[in-house]
């Protein structure tokens, strides 16, 4: 009887949802690249966010660095982008960024944090299930703010480069082979160092270093001589109070580009290789207001990189798809949660397309955006899922009832004619509750 009762109660629907309309109008909502965050809790103040296998089991982690309260969160994934609660790991004082790689080669990977009141670097070794030993703790430079681990000397081992804010240096520590490290070396960059960021610039297969400086507002560029060692940095200018750093092959050259993430113009710059580790000038890209992370990958799987970027004021994420070239379309944002500040992209749920996490400071969470490229047709309200009648109470909410637009589009247009209308109500219903066909999802015309 239950059944019966809501197969009519749908049927009524569908019955009004005809009367209420005498033609069938196509959407005109904007298809959407991510679903609504789904936020998990992380430590006090969480700063920076890094995602890697943890555990071994072939998923993508969490490590998220906790400023306010001085530890590292773990959060381990379930297999399908939902995650464990936090388990909380002590590093220095006030922590300010994390990386994950494998530091003494027992194939499985570490933490790394860098903290900038304690003016260390923690190393914290994976016990090979995704707890970690405790810390044990190297000096770097003046108010350590950045992190970033990469074989720098050509020995197969992970070293490390720390940008270090009010030293205005970058330190590089060096692998012993076995996760522990010999003291820093510093290198001179612009004033108030504020990212860093290692891979091949100039093409010569060893690891160079990029840094942004927010006081000097320029971009540093480290070669690598080939031994761990590097030339003197060369500086290039950028947008105001540039914060963070990214590179990857932006154009499709085969080259290495930039991309910085400006807080004081709210805009992120492209500096195009010249394919000599040497870069044009730089091409801006609006914003939100107060930018402070950004992240490079396929986001829209069409094989070039895009871009992430956190914007701190507006709570808001903004994705710059690549046009292909180089060039990026205008931004549109996503909400998260209060006060983004890092944003890190990877396949979280394992359906082969890169997904957001992105740490906020103040509301003391992470939040993960699935990406909706592989969508299942007829998951309406995007939750992940096979389609139930939750996705028929979400469909009926937005053709009548002025609710929100189905994260994906395509997702709705379950008898594939080209637009979301009257029609693909009757056909889910169908469907759900009458034995009818399976939703066929196409393209919106």
Request: net charge negative; charged share 15%; hydrophobic share 40%.
């Amino acid at each position: 009887m239950k059944r019966r009762s809501t197969v009519l109660s749908c049927v009524s629907l569908v019955l009004a949802a005809v009367w209420l309309v005498s033609i069938a109008a196509t959407t005109n909502a904007q298809d959407s690249l991510f679903a609504p965050p789904v936020n998990y809790g992380a430590g006090d103040g969480p700063i920076s966010v890094f995602s890697a296998d943890l555990n071994g089991d072939g998923n993508y982690d969490l490590a998220v660095a906790n400023c306010n309260s001085d530890n590292v969160s773990v959060l381990l994934n379930n297999g399908d982008g939902t995650f464990a609660v936090a388990v909380n790991y002590g590093a220095g004082n006030s922590p300010s960024s994390v990386f994950s790689a494998d530091l003494d080669g027992d194939n499985d990977n570490d933490l790394t944090v860098v903290s900038d009141i304690s003016d260390n670097v923690s190393i914290l070794l994976n016990n090979g299930d995704g707890t970690f030993a405790a810390a044990v703790n190297y000096g770097a430079g003046g108010t350590p703010v950045s992190v970033f681990s990469a074989d720098l000397d050509g020995d197969n081992d992970n070293d490390l480069a720390v940008a270090n804010h009010d030293s205005d240096n970058v330190a590089v520590l060096l692998n012993n082979g076995d996760g522990t490290f010999a003291a820093p070396v510093n290198y001179g960059v612009g004033a108030g160092a504020r990212s860093v960021f290692s891979t091949d610039l100039d093409g010569d297969n060893d690891n160079d270093l990029t840094v942004v400086s927010d006081i000097s507002s320029n971009v540093s560029i480290l070669l690598n001589n080939g031994d761990g060692t590097f030339a003197a940095a060369v500086n290039y200018g950028a947008g105001g109070i540039p914060v963070s750093v990214f590179s990857a092959d932006l154009d499709g050259d085969g080259d290495n580009d930039l991309a910085v993430a400006n807080a004081g113009s709210d805009n992120v710059s492209i500096l195009l290789n010249n394919g000599n580790g040497t870069f044009a000038a730089p091409v801006n890209y609006g914003v939100g207001d107060n930018p402070t992370s950004v992240f490079s990958a396929d986001l829209d799987g069409d094989n070039d990189n895009d871009l992430a970027v956190a914007n701190i004021s507006p709570d808001n994420v903004s994705i710059l798809l690549n046009n292909g070239d180089g060039t990026f379309a205008p931004a549109v944002n996503y909400g998260v949660g209060d006060q983004p500040v890092s944003v890190f992209s990877a396949d979280l749920d394992g359906d082969g397309d890169n997904d957001l996490a992105v740490a906020n400071e103040s509301s003391d969470n992470v939040s993960i955006l699935f990406n909706l490229i592989n969508y299942i047709c007829g998951d309406i309200d995007a939750s992940g899922g096979n389609p139930i009648v939750a996705d028929l109470t979400y469909f009926v909410d937005y053709l009548f009832f002025e609710g929100s637009p189905p994260p994906i589009l395509e997702a709705a247009n379950v008898d594939g004619e080209g637009g979301i209308n009257v029609a693909d109500l009757t056909y889910f219903v169908n469907y759900l509750f009458f034995d009818g066909p399976e939703p066929i999802c196409g393209p919106i015309e």
